[in-house]
């Protein structure tokens, strides 16, 4: 996927570009820092500013901030969005937390997400190997046992990162 974050709109595309122009790939534990400036911009401009036109816009804020490392505030936001997207950020936050059983439920709550199969084909160009459909649990198990600086954990990395940018997209468009 060609992520550009100019496609969200100029407010967006600033927030990101304070860390990587959505291109970063974030930790597969959160250190929960928070970026303090990202924060600030994400607050005062809220969903209603940056995401008017979005098909999920409390959810595509959640996304937002966990990019940013603002885990609290992607999990308060997350976790009151009774849709399969927020389900969906809800769990990823708990797969960074890292807590696999939680993020295990709320990936059953997500179900069958329609970023699947571009996921699946994101992590099978990475090289991380997948069966014939995409499985969450899977990859909570494999971001699990992934070693600190291996190849397991760049793949996991990256195909978190594909996640991140095709679940955002999805969220964000209208």
């Not at 996927?1 to 790939?25: E, K």
């Not at 974030?26 to 929960?32: G, K, N, T």
């Not at 036109?53 to 885990?71: F, I, K, Q, T």
């Not at 992934?146 to 969220?171: H, K, N």
């Amino acid at each position: 996927m060609l992520f550009d974050p100019r496609a969200y709109g100029d407010a967006v595309a600033a927030i990101l570009h304070l860390d990587g122009d959505g291109q970063r790939l974030m930790p597969l534990v959160s250190s929960r820092a928070g970026r303090g400036e990202a924060l600030r911009s994400i607050g005062e401009a809220g969903a209603g500013k940056l995401f008017a036109h979005s098909r999920a816009p409390e959810a595509v804020m959640a996304g937002l901030y966990l990019y940013c490392d603002c885990w609290n505030e992607a999990h308060e936001t997350a976790q009151d969005i009774a849709t399969p997207e927020g389900a969906y950020w809800h769990a990823i936050v708990h797969r960074q937390e890292p807590d696999a059983a939680n993020a295990g439920y709320w990936f059953r709550q997500t179900g069958a997400h329609a970023i699947f199969p571009a996921l699946r084909e994101a992590a099978l160009a990475i090289g991380l190997p997948v069966g014939t459909r995409w499985d969450s649990q899977s990859f909570v198990e494999t971001c699990e046992r992934a070693p600190a600086g291996s190849e397991l954990a760049r793949q996991a990395a990256e195909v978190q990162r594909a996640e991140w940018q095709l679940l955002f997209d999805y969220c964000a468009r209208p």
